[in-house]
């Protein structure tokens, strides 16, 4: 399987832009990238996904660069709530596999 | 859509009970996931269903682990017999029929066997 690399924690000030960089250097062309957060005591949770061009919802934006062998999620404005560990996973079709994501703290 | 249901949320059991985790997917929803998280595993994906069918069950530890899936609206997840180190907070997710459809986790069932 494709491997991902994140740092393991973040931090960041409230209400401010928060860059979640993810290295998957072994990606293959059918790998989409996909980006779940688990917040405390809570199952994962979807954020977002692409194949190969920056993709933006609602809460977030996931770029990625050209070669796709890395990406950043893109967290617009911080808050109290976006605390969380945040996973990048590649999946060609249905299996995730979680690695150990990145945890970020968000500072009032 | 009330989302993934699973119960029980907390189950404590003594070693060598038999454990039923159960988990309602989204209706619709034709694919449904059991993952296991713990600190030193981190969440891994146990086992997956299709419309019903088992698909993938590489990730089941051993033979004390059996998921069923009766129909689309249920499926339950057993240990039998259950031992300390399946402590775990067990998920249920679903998701729809495209590749790259988003996969809805349940609140997971915090498993600890004594």
């Known amino acids: ?108 | 859509d009330a989302g993934v249901i699973q119960s029980p949320r907390h189950e404590v059991t003594e070693m060598g009970q038999e454990v039923t985790l159960r988990c309602k997917p989204i209706s619709g929803h034709d694919y449904l996931f059991w993952y296991r998280q713990t600190m030193m595993r981190g969440l891994e994906l146990l086992i997956y269903f299709n419309n019903n069918v088992p698909i993938d069950d590489s990730g089941m530890p051993e033979d004390r682990f059996s998921a069923k899936m009766p129909n689309a609206s249920f499926s339950t997840l057993k240990i039998q017999p259950s031992e300390p180190r399946d402590s775990a907070v067990y998920f249920c997710a679903s998701s729809g029929p495209l590749a790259g459809d988003t996969q809805y986790f349940g609140p997971g069932t915090r498993l600890t066997v004594l």
């Open chain 1, 1 to 108: 399987d494709a491997k991902t690399t994140q740092p393991n924690s973040m931090e960041s000030n409230e209400e401010e832009p928060v860059h979640l960089p993810c290295n998957h250097s072994t990606i293959s062309g059918t790998d989409y990238i996909h980006w779940y957060r688990q917040l405390p005591s809570q199952g994962p949770e979807y954020v977002i996904h692409g194949l190969t061009s920056n993709v933006n919802n609602r809460m977030a934006s996931l770029a990625i660069a050209e070669d796709r062998k890395s990406s950043t999620l893109i967290l617009h404005r911080a808050t109290l709530r976006d605390a969380a560990v945040y996973y990048c996973i590649l999946a060609p079709a249905r299996q995730l596999t979680f690695g150990s994501g990145t945890q970020l703290t968000v500072l009032p």
